[in-house]
């Protein structure tokens, strides 16, 4: 790998990136890069942070074997920096992955622009800050973006990215084509919202969950349970709108809403459920009937079938694999 | 399969089903039970639903041979009776499928308890009604029990067993032993709960997601991706709870709710959160330790990574795969 590309360069030309923190997401984003075949090279302040991430990586290296790892990829391209500055000098990309914590965001991404060649984007892997709260101290906010990954980043493949206020518009595209370049499938969000996507999703459902806990209506074990013998075994490959259509036979998500549109005011879970107005009830349907594009409803039933059937081979609860 | 068995019998010596309502779900259960060897005898008042079933029942079939048929498990095992006291007049079990709709369901399972034999236990597929306001009109509501399974029910094992007031503990315990013979993964609520377990978790989910589209700050595509994508490859085999557990690193879920728990404070959702109190933070840690059993952060991990790889191979996203 060339060792001379200017920054700022184009997504597909990127070769080093810089790994701000190196906690359970920092480390798995370095693992990621690394199996692409990136040079990485991290920094964290704790004292023993090398070793805790190496020994991450390492843990990770078979199952990146498994998916098959880039040319060159190797955990010899890690390299971790004694200081923040050294660790930024030379990056093509930097992914800040530090403790939620929003005054510690705001100087930690003031400092790296600072520290970082001009140009250069620098994505934070924040779970939930708006960038537009967390770009206020630094000098360039037009190059930080949010890059949201998910748990292991070196296997789930969804990063979110979305700008704030003072977020330049060729930063959100430049992130959003160099993470589909790195391996990742991307979701661009045209505006901020707390939690973004997928985590608004998943913390509805977890604070149900907390309240089912906190009530005593359901156990730890039993929560777990109702979504891995249950919906989660469709969501692997099928998302609850499209799934929600099917259960709405061969009337679709139509069907669905006007059948089970109603149960929206049952006290099924503590958050108040939106007006079912036509206007919502269209954009769900339309919404729906695009994602199944050319598929018939038999086409998604049987679509849906066998990806229930591989799932639960994949994951060992027919017989017959070796896990 | 002898036709002498009185009912009611054993879990384990059930041979005879009804299944009253032939939609979407009535005719899962009836596919699922056909694939199980069991004879069904199918009722539904819908002018066309004998050939709606049967061809339902059809095109589930391959899926069912691949999962693997029980001994003698043949299509031809299903009568549809021409009336609902035909359905039921032999029957050893009664699983009730009929539209979401209280009243339809009270006098629905007043009709179904007159008409089956003494002892026999019926089964309501309900997505949320408590027990408690269906039986109120029956004449024996101690026999009548929810069963609420997952779409499609010949293929996602997930069924929630719960009585109402009025019904007998060893109406509860009977059903969970026959959803569990009969091949399913059963859940036994203590409780009454409105939506039960799963349907107020995906429901809260759901809700968010309506939010979201009415508002304009997604699209139904856009949500649905984030699902497949991101959580919903862990979901398939791991449990929220467990699955957010691993997010705390080796610390855990204590490390994980001491580290995120401010932000259930934060405007993630519309769902409220609970008061994140010592009582409710120690049963989720004690609830995951105990889920975690004898096995480490180090395994667990590596459970998650396998998981995920063979999920993501399983659903054609690693190359290598029929499909």
Redesign the interface.
């Known amino acids: 790998m060339s060792d001379t590309t200017p920054a700022p360069c184009a997504p597909e030309d990127v070769r080093r990136i810089a790994c701000i923190g190196a906690?359970?997401i920092g480390g798995g984003w370095v693992a990621h890069f690394l199996a692409r075949g990136y040079d990485v090279t991290a920094w964290d302040p704790a004292a023993d942070a090398e070793e805790k991430l190496r020994r991450l990586v390492a843990?990770?290296w078979p199952?990146l074997e498994?998916?098959?790892l880039a040319d060159g990829a190797s955990q010899d391209r890690l390299t971790v920096a004694p200081t923040l500055a050294e660790a930024v000098a030379d990056a093509q990309f930097v992914q800040e992955s530090a403790?939620?914590k929003l005054e510690l965001k705001r100087s930690l991404l003031a400092e790296l622009d600072a520290a970082t060649p001009p140009g250069v984007v620098i994505a934070s892997s924040t779970?939930?800050y708006p960038m537009t709260d967390m770009q206020t101290d630094a000098a360039t906010p037009s190059r930080l973006v949010v890059g949201h990954p998910?748990?292991?980043p070196y296997?789930?493949?969804?990063v979110?990215v979305v700008g704030g206020e003072r977020t330049g518009a060729d930063a959100v595209a430049w992130s959003s084509r160099f993470y589909d370049v790195a391996g990742k499938?991307v979701?661009t969000?045209d505006?901020e919202?707390?939690?973004?996507?997928?985590?608004?999703?998943?913390?509805?459902?977890?604070?149900?969950?907390?309240?089912?806990?906190?009530n005593g209506?359901?156990?730890?074990?039993?929560?777990?349970?109702?979504?891995?013998?249950?919906?989660?075994?469709?969501?692997?490959?099928?998302?609850?709108?499209?799934?929600?259509a099917?259960?709405?036979?061969e009337g679709g998500m139509a069907h669905m809403l006007d059948?089970?549109g109603?149960?929206?005011k049952?006290?099924?879970?503590?958050?108040?459920?939106?007006?079912?107005d036509r206007?919502?009830r269209d954009?769900?349907v339309?919404?729906?009937e695009?994602?199944a594009g050319d598929r018939t409803y038999?086409d998604l039933?049987?679509e849906?079938?066998?990806?229930?059937?591989?799932?639960?081979?994949?994951?060992g609860?027919?017989g017959g694999?070796a896990?």
């Open positions: 906690g359970v843990a990770a199952a498994q998916i098959g403790p939620e779970s939930g998910f748990n292991p296997l789930i493949p969804l979110e499938s979701i969000m505006r919202l707390p939690g973004f996507i997928a985590n608004r999703l998943q913390e509805a459902l977890w604070r149900e969950a907390l309240h089912m806990v906190a209506e359901a156990s730890v074990e039993d929560i777990d349970a109702s979504i891995t013998e249950g919906p989660g075994l469709r969501w692997a490959f099928m998302g609850p709108c499209l799934t929600f099917l259960a709405g036979g059948h089970f109603p149960s929206l049952s006290p099924w879970t503590r958050l108040e459920a939106p007006e079912l206007k919502l954009a769900m339309d919404g729906c695009e994602a038999a039933v049987a849906r079938d066998q990806g229930v059937i591989d799932v639960l081979r994949a994951t609860r027919l694999t896990r």
